[in-house]
């Protein structure tokens, strides 16, 4: 089974590649949902995360990721507390994912994920696919998101690998933000290229839980 890591800044149109993904009979694993699954009451995260940060708790007894990310933004250190709870359970999320789809005989699948870059994940992804549109459009559609401000979307951009080097790092890139009609003929490409190639890193990396795992480039 080939693991296909899916990334791309803030606004890039990661969100509707990966829905071609998943068009294309690709099972698609988005690590964001999986946040929002563990963040809802009763989810793994709500416990740590709350005791960490009770600020973020909401009155129904889940995480305010709105809440949540306005405290850690621009505080390093709060971010990186808040990376060392959550990102162990979305991992551990993805290996469920990644063991039931290698079970139902899966040659592909996709892991969407954000932060692919800035968490290392490229020790745990075969080949990675970066979405990328220019800045401009980046900007705008950042900006239409409910509760984004210029200030903050600088902020989050600061926060993350700059596009040109996820862009230069990258197996194949997507160009969104013009036609649709090329995106989804680029994911059809990129499918296609992979079809019979053997992955390399399930299961042995990810079956190396607690183990530090350096980089692949």
Sequence with gaps: MLILGLTGSIAMGKSHTARLFRAMGVPVCDADALV?????????????????FPEAVDPGGGIDRGALGRRVLGD???LRRLE???HPLVREAQRRFLEAQCRAGRPLVVLDIPLLF???????VDRVVVVSA???????????RPGMSP???AAIRAEQTPD???????????????DRGRTAEAVATIVRRLRGERGRVWPDRW???GRPLGRRR
């Design 84 to 86: 060392a709870l959550v």
């Design 164 to 178: 040109a080097e996820k862009r230069r790092r990258a197996d194949f890139l997507i160009a969104s933000g013009a």
């Design 151 to 153: 200030a903050r979307l």
């Design 76 to 78: 390093r250190a709060a």
């Design 36 to 52: 929002h699954d563990l963040f809802r009451p009763g989810g793994a995260a709500v416990g740590p995360v709350g005791a960490a």
């Design 207 to 209: 079956l190396a839980a």
């Design 118 to 124: 800035e968490t290392g994940g490229l020790d745990r």
């Design 134 to 144: 220019h800045p401009l459009v980046q900007e705008q559609r950042a900006l239409r």
